[in-house]
């Protein structure tokens, strides 16, 4: 933590002293909220003068990622098709949970070691949202199955388990959706496997308050400000937002 008028000088925003004229004032915010002489604050903390956001100089970067079909969530760059390589951003980044080399859709990247292990946390059971299509026809059984729980195993993994009860939805003949608040290994593709089905199209669509919306493939964004705000309150609190709860499943 630092003393928000030190965090504003170190930012070059103005002198200490300014900066206390400034918090004094009403100009300064903390996560949306007016700031009070003396306080101190975090990087993980959104800071603004007026409309303008504030960064010292290791500034927090936090990414969507739509990633592509074929790319790993590695950081060893000797692997071919990883996504550190494939992003070739300018700033180390690493990802916030996995998705695995068949799979596709919403990553979240940053620099924030910190957010990481807030949204990692089982505890904390934060919702991630799938879109998923399969071989044949979905049945009501199906549906009723998958949502109330699936036993799934991999003596490989050492895998043997009955998923937490879910909310999956069917929307087209071939195509449902589905949240998870767990993360185990391969897990949507396990539990279709278990019912007698195979996964031929799997994206992730959202990841608590984050969503992939209309990010193309192999893009990225920074989060907004609002939806850093939101994603940082989650974290802290174990809320969600969305659709109804863990460390990332890696489907």
Known sequence: MIRLNKYLSAAGICSRREADR???SGRVTVDGKRAVPGMHVSENQIVKVGKKTVHTGNERIVLAVNKPVGIICTEDRRTKNN?????DYPQRITYA???????EGLLIMTNDGDLINRMMRARYAHEKEYKVTVDRPLTDAFIREMSEGVHITDKEKKLDAVTRPC???KIGKYTFSIVLTQGLNRQIRRMCSALGYEVKKLVRTRIMNIELKDL??????KLTDQELKELYEQTETGTNAGAGNASEPRS
């Open 83 to 87: 996504i550190i390589r494939f992003l």
């Open 97 to 103: 949970g996995r998705l695995d080399k068949d799979s």
């Open 167 to 169: 909310k999956v939805t």
């Open 216 to 221: 193309k493939t192999g893009a990225t964004r």
């Open 22 to 24: 400034l918090i004094e």
